[in-house]
């Protein structure tokens, strides 16, 4: 990446950082042109290649940018301090949603990057992944006490399926186009908590 991007004015600088986010959270990898990019952001693709050196320098500078904000917005909400999973959970969906009404396109896009097969840019976001959430993650899961769930649990299996289901949900949300109701978000996923403690809990709720 050339530094001079940081010489730019921060306004310039977001409108070319909300114009890869917007791109790419609406195609794959492959299919997002940097042209388009370019002309969203009200700049040349010259001078966007000025600035990037090609779309994969783009695309993981964008996934970095993305992980440190989401990063920010987790430790704000305490997501990784409870000892209780499911306090733990509600917290970093609480954070997400939060997020996701400031920076929806951001949010579509750090989804869409997780789930990115692409292998010019599937390993380098696996490996960045683990180093921002993942270790934190399952540093948080040994401070839970395994005697509070149902016999046979699998504690890991477990996060991962409420993991995998509350990313679903959000990205389902994020799709539609209309103004987001936060309180209805936050609802729908104290339900989804009320169901999972009814399963996995040893007295439910």
Not at 134 to 153: H, N, S, Y
Request: aromatic residues 16%; hydrophobic residues 40%.
């Amino acid at each position: 990446m050339n530094e001079k991007f940081y010489l730019l004015p921060e306004e310039k600088q977001q409108k070319i950082i909300n114009a890869g986010f917007r791109v790419f959270s609406e195609n794959s990898y492959k299919k997002s042109p940097m042209n388009e990019i370019a002309d969203c952001a009200g700049i040349s693709k010259s001078l966007l290649f000025h600035y990037f050196h090609n779309k994969r320098e783009l695309y993981l500078f964008l996934w970095d940018k993305a992980c440190k904000i989401t990063m920010e917005y987790l430790t704000g909400y305490g997501c990784y301090e409870p000892t209780d999973l499911f306090e733990m959970m509600e917290r970093g969906m609480r954070a997400k949603i939060r997020m996701m009404t400031k920076y929806r396109s951001m949010t579509a896009f750090a989804i869409k990057a997780f789930y990115e097969k692409d292998p010019e840019v599937s390993l380098a976001i696996h490996d960045s992944y683990q180093s921002y959430f993942e270790m934190k993650a399952q540093d948080a899961l040994t401070r839970i006490d395994p005697d509070d769930f149902v016999e046979g649990f699998d504690l890991k299996m477990m996060y991962r399926e409420m993991y995998l289901a509350s990313e679903g949900y959000l990205w389902e949300i994020i799709q539609w186009d209309g103004e987001l109701d936060v309180q209805k978000l936050e609802r729908d996923f104290e339900d989804m908590l009320k169901f999972w403690k009814k399963i996995y809990l040893k007295r439910g709720e």
